[in-house]
């Protein structure tokens, strides 16, 4: 820097570089250079996370969507009245017993050995008894159960087939690897091939995948006991977490006084928000479980558990929306004589509910896709029966995913695809629905 005496000496002050001169234009070719590669590595890193996503999602469609559609083969079963004696000649209690006692294995079997009648060695014979679904008892069952008058009659039905069938029409297993190497032997190939000549093989919409729960053969598998499970479980939830969490950001907004206590709730608050789920799922196996004695695999406890989960987020999203209310607001309805109960309840609160329920349906669904705390509580029993209420063991939809994808039958990976495709439609149109909410009732302030 020029020192004083300088000046008065007539010294010059150091001259800033010229803009065109060719140091200058170095460095701002240097500069372009280094945003034009922020711009790139930005780009790069877009593009990939864009193809990492494209590459799991259509994996899991690619998957999938053969998991929306099942084979079945057409029998003609004739309901033997030897076999089906017992019905004949029971009533009351001992008739229900003989409906769930008849073996109507034996009527797929005489039908199929009827199509195959070359089919003699033991072995053969019972590669053919393996082609359709154990659940096919359960068909036949219903339908004598409704009609008895069946009894003696031959009819002719579409029958679920086997999942190592399935799996062969699908193009899952190939013809091409060595017998040894798949489920489906040459002889059972042999005898897809030719009951699909003959037009008694076909693929349909699987809608028992809606409408049926969970079981240990993935073509009787279904994901409406996890969806049931589920539903009870969020209802527990939002009944639980959405008044305590809005009645929460009321107060710590509008009511509470500054000190260190607030302080130190307010940050326990956003810690919370930030907690790993597991932990939660310990507190509610401690707590609900061990202390209050719930039963296990239940919504009840499932929903009390992701209850506190949600809790932080429901609360942080309302004391924002209700943060954003204008002052002039709370002034104007204090102005008219309101109480600070009126000016809350009467005013801020259906003004900021628009915020509020968007964070709350971030919530949910944040909670709907959690499998970590429903793990802890036991909520990954085996059940096959439909939840009726939230005192019945259940599971839910994401941790039926987790034990179907544990599941050696190759039949289970696509029936899990087909559930994360299904999860995955629940979260885009909560989320959706969250963005819809905010944009249609969201004032401009």
Known sequence: MSKPEDLEKGSKLPQPTAWKSNEMLKRVKGRYRSEGR??????????AAI???????????????????????KLDIYFDPAVLEEIQTSSGEDLENAFISANYAKLTQDSLRKLFPEVKSRREVFRLFQFVSPGSRTQLQNIVREDPGVIGKTQSLWILAADDVDMFVKGKISRNVAQSDRKVSDLQIGWIDSLSADGRLVKRFNWRFFSSGDSREPELAGIWGATVGSFYTLLVTLIVAFPIGVLAAIYLEEFAPQNKITDIIEVNINNLAAVPSI?????GLAIFLNVFQFPRSAPVVGGLTLALMTLPTIIIAARAAIKAVPPS?????????????????????PLSMPGIMTGTIIGMAQALGETAPLLMIGMVAFVVDIPQGIFDASTALPVQIFLWADSPERAFVEK???????????????NGLAIWLRQKFERRW
């Open 416 to 430: 899990t695809s087909a559930a994360i495709i299904v999860l995955l439609a629940f979260l885009v149109t909560m």
């Open 279 to 283: 932990v939660f799922g310990l507190l």
């Open 329 to 349: 607001i709370r002034d104007a309805a204090t102005g008219l004589g309101a109480s600070p109960n009126q000016v809350v309840f009467h005013h801020v609160l």
């Open 51 to 73: 193809i990492a996503l494209v590459l799991l999602v259509g994996s899991i469609f690619l998957t999938g969507i053969a998991g929306f559609s099942q084979t079945y083969v």
């Open 38 to 47: 922020f711009k790139a590595m930005g780009f790069a890193a877009i593009c």
